[in-house]
């Protein structure tokens, strides 16, 4: 490749977990710069200002990555300005992709939140209950703003158009090496297609055995699992059969029953449903359905745990209230 790409990374409503992943895969990533010119990383790596991104002509950026899901009017307004500066733009990790754990929060009012947030918490000493403001003038004559907290959490194709997403809390450092490697070749990657179960040692049908209805349902601290046995015939709830396994089924491998942060394979428009609808195909009997709604009393938690944001029920919801 004789020009260098132009890259850029924008965290948003993260936590940088994501572009740890980035730096993870180390030498690869140190060989890929030598094919990428870093244009902008903000607000964790460069020491760039949003308005040396708002100053770049448009579509000059060849390509963006965007780690984090949206849920303030910072997030909102750089995510557009990125994308107006970027040819392609990647939602990069589950926040970016689905809303990830954060996007739990939508199932409570903001009022909701900011009172457990500022006012509840047994450390919180605030009697006056003083909750953050977008503008606040201080003593008469300072003009104070901070971002404005959205009253829900969005994802980034709900915002702007993405042309390629990358799952996983975090991504997983080979998939993102692979994906990189792609880029400087020239292209982007298709996702493997395949769930976690189709790359997990456990599953019965790599084992040349057959499944079994479950009788008994267990959280993970109520039982140490066995050893090269499939979790969910163990009785141990894991979202394999429905999860994109490019992480290469790293949980179950040691024992932790995936949660779905790889986002689902591809086909499926809501990943809550389609979690519903394959752990209780599973279930052998009344009693451990039972099980189940006592042991996750709140099941669209347990089923969205990273996805809410991005479920067919939510995005219609905010566009109703659009009108």
Known sequence: MADKLKFAFLLAGGCAGCEMSLVDISEKLVDALEHLEVVFWAPTVADVKYKDLEAMPDKSIDLAFVDGMIRNSENEHMVKVLRDKAKILVAFGACATLGSIAGMANMHTKEELFKQAYQDTFSTDNPDGVYPTPEYLLDGKYDLTIPEFLPEVKVIDEVVPVEYYVGGCPPHPDFVAAAVEAVI???????????????????????????????????????????????????????????????????????????????????????????????????????????????????????????????????????????
């Open 185 to 323: 070749a020239g292209n982007l990657p298709p996702a493997s297609g395949k769930a976690v179960c189709d790359v997990c040692e456990r599953n019965p049908r790599n084992q040349g055995t057959d499944r079994f209805l479950v009788e008994e349902v267990y959280r993970t601290s109520e039982k140490a699992p066995e050893d090269g046995v499939c979790l969910l015939q163990q009785g141990i709830i894991c979202f394999g059969p429905f999860t994109q396994g490019d992480c290469g089924c790293s949980c179950p491998k040691v024992g932790i029953p995936c949660r779905g942060c790889g986002g689902p394979i591809p086909g499926v428009k809501d990943y809550g449903a389609r979690a519903m609808s394959a752990i209780g195909s599973i279930l052998g009997s009344e009693e451990a359905v039972e099980q189940l709604m006592q042991k996750y009393p709140v099941l669209a938690k347990f089923y969205y745990r990273y996805s809410l944001p991005s479920s067919l029920i939510e995005r219609k919801k905010r566009a109703i209230k659009k009108g």
